[in-house]
């Protein structure tokens, strides 16, 4: 983990906000080349820091489920 990626990752979205905050980091991230999408797998969707090259999976939000985005 580091500052180009994220600090901390997220068991569950607890709020709506709060997934939107961080999606909208998540693009900022991919648009400046901080971060890069790899492939997705059964729902999930991996990303690559290319600073630290830390691997994070995540999973959207969708309904009473709140999503998470976790080290891979």
Known sequence: MCSKCFEIDYKKF?????W???DLQ?????GSN?????????GEHFYECL???EKWK???PD???R????KA
Do not use: I, P, W
């Not at 607890?14 to 709060?18: A, F, K, L, P, V």
């Not at 999503?67 to 976790?70: C, D, H, S, T």
């Open 14 to 18: 607890m709020t709506e906000q709060e």
């Open 20 to 22: 939107l905050d961080f």
């Open 26 to 30: 998540l693009v900022k991230k991919l």
């Open 34 to 42: 901080k971060m890069q999408h790899l492939r997705d797998v059964d």
């Open 51 to 53: 600073s630290c090259h």
């Open 58 to 60: 995540l999973r959207d």
């Open 63 to 65: 309904q009473g489920f």
């Open 67 to 70: 999503g998470y985005f976790l």
